[in-house]
């Protein structure tokens, strides 16, 4: 049955916090969790790997302090994923999110050992305790996706109920296989990056901009910087100029309505970055959309 996770409806938002404790310091991290729930998200989405854990107690002294109610929370844990130590990496990123339990716990990208049947046994584990409410998975693909569910199938155990996968006007690993798997299978999807970490407003056309994800994260550069994703750029600039949009209004608007995601993460700096994904979910244009993607 899929997951009626709070913040988790068609084209809903919720907050991504991978920029706490590297982007932006406690501060400005609490001003943009107050301002996220202001505007009533209820989705908050970090992960241990995220300043190798600052994000997590970020987040975890905002909670102590603000004491919301009705909030989902996830985090993710990091491969390989050994059977024996899953529930101590658990119990770290509880201990730094001042948690007893947790609402979605991730695999955070796919390897080999996330289907050993001791890893799901010891994940199903977890739900068993209380420790873990449901499952997910980040950066699956549709053949690694369908082969783990299989087998927690088979095994009677505890299932991945929620996928996260890179989604935007760019870059996707939400292809047409994937979203069918999730479909047949009743899985809820959160995508992130609807901006492409800043790629798609144009601001890197003259090279890397400062402090901004791309220094901060080379590794972004590779997955971007390439002739497909700039010719997609040249064409979103294109359409947003010709209707009087901007490029990150019209993508933006274009990640949260042309895709079958139940949430779409919308990390940032400040509470601005939230707002204009606010002002895009107003933006439902199936023509527009379609002059996007089409010939």
Known sequence: MKPTLAGLSPAGLGLGC??????????ASFALMD?????????????????????????GRWLAARRPKGLTVATKLLPPYDPVQLAGQLEQSLRRLGLESVDLLYLHQWHDSAVEPATLA??????????????????????????ARERQ??????????????????????DAAFAGVCAAQELAIVTYSPLGAGFLTGKHRGG??????????????????KDAPRRRLD????VAARHGHTAAHLALAWALHSQPAHTVLIGG????????????????APRLFAELDGP
């Open 208 to 225: 890397v901009q400062a402090g901004s994800r791309f220094e901060l994260i080379p590794g972004h550069q590779a997955i971007y910087f």
């Open 153 to 174: 199938m088979a095994g009677g155990l505890a299932r991945f109920q929620v996928v996260q996968n890179n989604h935007n006007y760019a870059v996707s690993d939400l």
């Open 18 to 27: 991978a920029t706490f404790g590297r982007e932006i310091d406690e501060a």
């Open 122 to 147: 010891a994940l199903d584990g977890l739900v068993r305790a209380g420790k873990v409410r449901w499952l997910g998975a980040s950066n699956f693909n549709a053949a690694q996706l369908t082969t």
């Open 235 to 238: 064409r979103l600039e294109a």
């Open 35 to 59: 301002h996220a729930l202001e505007r009533g998200v209820v989705h908050f989405d970090t992960a241990a790997a995220y300043s190798a854990g600052g994000s997590e107690q970020v987040v």
């Open 269 to 284: 700096r400040n509470g601005s970055h939230l707002d204009q994904a606010y002002a895009a979910r107003g933006l439902n």
